[in-house]
């Protein structure tokens, strides 16, 4: 049996619990009738960020209000019975579509459903009422996401980037030793890509929410090209691991060429390591750096591998290929490095 302990508990379950019980709570105090909507809405509304929920919110203002006028007219002309709601669930789905606002489709189906469950009770003050209980759903989720465990974006990024940098680190120090198992790097390799593309939607998610709520999250502009500049370079470290994967032992390589792939990965993966460390405060940006600069010895690297590739270009080609990409991981830590000590200067 599954060990329930290891199941975790994430800031969001919790907030959902609690903008539930919030809503419901409301609709008891005032004695209002069908509260199980207000729950319901709650759960459909609550999202990773507070803009986002303010945004569902609105647009599922719009097509909540259109599909209870719908409803409305609806239940007067046609009634209740099944074929009725079906078919005004179905018209109501296509002009949430037209309106391209389709993540609004299941609450505003749960809204249509609300007003045309009762027989007899077609007027608009029982559709008011309805409405309003779906409201309640909504405002409850708004405020659990503003005042509850409020999203920590800068925190939540930061300990993505140092997770996602270790597990890669892992595969770049073992890519060209082939000391782990097939699968096992295989299936890491489909992991790190997962967690860089997660990584991405999470810095969508907190530059969106500097940009639209500018007056509630104070983050500084140069910080957000910092962590897309993390978010770059790691991306192309996965590259890198993808080139290797599919191309370097296909080149047969000699010893030689396995043990200049092998220490110049260690290198940058060093290079990457100080970088994100001096962002984190833990290394004096004026304190000497690993012997060499980044580009001067990877431009060095890629002369010896296109020598490999002239001696023997059919079968080096791949090599050429991934001494690119490793080039181009370089320049984007490169730039990562300038960026950050840009970043801390201007915070002195």
């Known amino acids: 049996m599954e060990d329930l302990s290891i199941v975790k508990l994430g800031?969001?379950?919790?907030?959902?619990?609690?903008?539930?019980?919030?809503?419901?709570?409301?609709?008891?105090?005032?004695?209002?009738?069908?509260?199980v909507f207000a729950g319901i809405a709650a759960i459909f509304t609550i999202q990773p960020s507070i803009y986002r929920t303010w945004k569902h919110i609105w647009n599922q203002v719009q097509t909540n209000?259109?599909?209870?006028?719908?409803?409305?007219?609806?239940?007067?002309?046609?009634?209740?019975?099944?074929?009725?709601?079906?078919?005004?669930?179905?018209?109501?789905?296509?002009?949430?579509?037209?309106?391209?606002?389709?993540?609004?489709?299941?609450?505003?189906?749960?809204?249509?459903?609300?007003?045309?469950?009762?027989?007899?009770?077609?007027?608009?003050?029982?559709?008011?009422?309805?409405?309003?209980?779906?409201?309640?759903?909504m405002t409850s989720a708004l405020l659990v996401n503003i005042f509850i465990f409020p999203p920590n974006y800068k925190k939540n990024y930061i300990e993505k980037v140092h997770t996602i940098f270790q597990n890669m680190s892992l595969l770049m120090r073992t890519a060209i030793?082939?000391?782990?198992?097939?699968?096992?790097?295989?299936?890491?390799?489909?992991?790190?890509?997962?967690?860089?593309?997660?990584?991405?939607?999470?810095?969508?998610?907190?530059?969106?929410?500097?940009?639209?709520?500018?007056?509630?999250?104070?983050?500084?502009?140069?910080?957000?090209v910092v962590f897309k500049q993390m978010l770059k370079s790691l991306h192309q470290g996965f590259i890198v691991l993808e080139n290797i994967d599919s191309f370097y032992f296909q080149s047969k390589p000699s010893t030689e060429e396995n043990l200049l792939f092998d220490q110049h990965l260690e290198h940058l993966i060093k290079y990457h390591e100080l970088f994100l460390l001096k962002y984190d405060g833990k290394i004096k940006i004026d304190e000497p750096q690993l012997e060499g600069d980044i580009m001067g010895q990877t431009i060095s690297f890629l002369e010896k591998v296109i020598y490999s590739y002239n001696e023997d270009h059919k079968q080096k080609i791949q090599l050429a290929v991934i001494g690119s990409s490793i080039y181009n991981y370089a320049f984007q830590m490169e730039r990562l490095n300038r960026l950050v000590e840009q970043y801390i200067k201007k915070l002195k």
């Open 11 to 35: 800031p969001r379950v919790i907030k959902t619990g609690m903008a539930v019980t919030l809503a419901l709570y409301i609709c008891s105090l005032f004695n209002l009738e069908s509260a």
């Open 65 to 137: 209000t259109l599909g209870a006028i719908i409803a409305l007219i609806a239940l007067h002309f046609l009634g209740n019975d099944p074929f009725a709601m079906g078919l005004v669930m179905i018209i109501v789905i296509l002009i949430s579509l037209k309106l391209k606002m389709e993540e609004t489709i299941s609450l505003t189906l749960v809204t249509v459903l609300a007003i045309m469950s009762a027989p007899g009770n077609e007027d608009l003050s029982f559709a008011l009422h309805r409405f309003g209980i779906i409201l309640i759903g």
């Open 177 to 224: 030793s082939n000391e782990m198992t097939e699968k096992s790097f295989q299936d890491q390799l489909k992991q790190l890509e997962n967690d860089i593309l997660k990584l991405e939607d999470q810095y969508k998610l907190f530059d969106e929410e500097r940009e639209k709520m500018a007056k509630l999250n104070n983050m500084n502009l140069r910080e957000i």
